[in-house]
């Protein structure tokens, strides 16, 4: 076992996942579309640089990352991958974007003009992605703005529109929105495709649309969610071999740290929320809101003792939380429980504990915070 027994709380990342993901999803798009997989927030929580070394060998094209501090650390473990900041630039970091060679995402004139006076000084290409605002109405040019802005962009010296993307709203939930979005994105490029003057990478599709919106592939794709081996959770319905073949990547795990049998009309933790209706064995476990299991969790969640389902009882503290332990047969000082991951036969999922915190499992993930080591299994990572 490479988990250290001395462990409070980890996380343990299965490498062998990540890459049977990627080679899915490079299965599902073919092989001739390339794939940009989406490495923001520290890899969604499960560490950046270890899964850019299993992402370079495993034969991603490119990386998608929030800020430049991201793409920076990736360049620290391999030089040479494209990486496109999903962000705008900001004006200070424009000499340091240009200067590093990361691609950026463009909406405005202003903001290729910007970058062209400082690809000249630098004399060095400003690589860019122009986005196109087809309904997210976060970043992006207009539709209608984009037919000119485009060969404007293209004339600025020293300045290469290297790909043309935009983004889904809600691919998961909504077909009619997402083929607008699509067809608002299509009209855009189509002249682009006739006049043969295109840019190397269009994209459009994130996970959901990887998983529901086969018609918009372009030529690449752009997925997070599904690289960690989670199906994002929506109101459609997802293709079932996909749903069985794809494995989440991260376990999350703590320990029993004190076993006890309280009496009936027994409050437990803060605010004395829990009261018990009758003798119970609890177990207080280590791991809390500091080590980011929700507090919104409390006297809602789930963890995994010897195998068996047990609910958190009362509020969830900075770094203890109790736990009904009463139908667990076997349990002692040390034993491992799981919050995320499998246990005998029981599996509690990231989307699980997403709707137990009333939230979402891209927010579950990075939530996980510094205290929690990150152990790779199953891989070469740096
Ligand atoms: C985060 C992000 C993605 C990846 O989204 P998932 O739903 O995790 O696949 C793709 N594109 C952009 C612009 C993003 O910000």
């Not at 992006?140 to 404007?152: K, N, V």
């Not at 919106?213 to 929506?234: A, M, Q």
């Not at 927010?363 to 510094?370: D, F, K, M």
Request: net charge positive; aromatic share 6%; hydrophobic share 40%.
């Amino acid at each position: 076992m490479p988990v250290k027994q001395s462990y409070r709380c980890w996380a343990e990342v299965d490498l062998g996942a990540l890459r049977e993901n990627l080679a899915l999803i490079r299965h599902r798009v073919g092989p001739s579309v390339k794939v940009m997989t989406v490495v923001k927030a520290d890899a969604y929580g499960h560490g950046l640089k270890q899964i850019a070394a299993l992402l370079m060998q495993s034969g991603t094209d490119v990386f998608g990352v929030a800020n430049l501090a991201e793409a920076y650390a990736i360049r620290s473990v391999g030089k040479g991958w494209p990486i496109l900041m999903l962000g705008a630039c900001l004006p200070q970091e424009t000499e340091t974007a240009v200067r590093d060679g990361v691609s950026v995402t463009v909406s405005s004139l202003a903001e290729g003009q910007r970058l062209s006076v400082v690809a000249q000084k630098l004399h060095k290409p400003a690589l860019v992605h122009l986005k196109i605002d087809t309904g997210m109405g976060r970043l992006g040019a207009r539709p209608d703005e984009a037919r000119e802005l485009l060969p404007q962009l293209q004339s600025l010296p020293n300045l290469v529109v290297q790909g043309i993307f935009t983004h889904f709203a809600s691919a998961e939930s909504d077909a009619s929105f997402t083929q607008r979005q699509r067809q608002l994105f299509q009209k855009v490029l189509e002249p682009l495709l006739a006049s043969g003057n295109k840019p190397e990478y269009l994209h459009a599709n994130n996970s959901a649309g990887v998983l529901l919106e086969p018609e918009s592939v372009f030529n690449t794709v752009r997925p997070g969610l599904l690289v960690y081996g989670i199906i994002p959770p929506g109101s459609r319905r997802i293709p079932k071999d996909l749903r069985q073949h794809l494995r989440a990547a991260l376990s999350w795990k703590c320990r029993v740290g004190h076993v006890k049998h309280i009496p009936a009309k027994y409050s437990l933790s803060y605010g004395r929320t829990f009261r018990s209706a009758k003798p119970m064995r609890v177990a207080t476990v280590t791991a809390g809101y500091g080590d980011g299991y929700m507090r919104a969790g409390s006297s809602r969640a789930h963890v995994l003792v010897d195998g068996t389902s047990c609910p958190i009882l009362g509020r969830i503290t900075m770094d203890q939380m109790i736990v009904d332990v009463s139908r667990v047969k076997q349990v002692q000082a040390g034993d491992e429980v799981v919050l995320i991951g499998r246990q005998g036969s029981a599996e509690l999922k990231a989307t699980d504990l997403a709707d137990w915190f009333g939230t979402i499992p891209w927010e579950v993930l990075t939530n996980i915070t510094y205290r929690v080591p990150r152990v790779y299994l199953g891989g070469y990572a740096a």
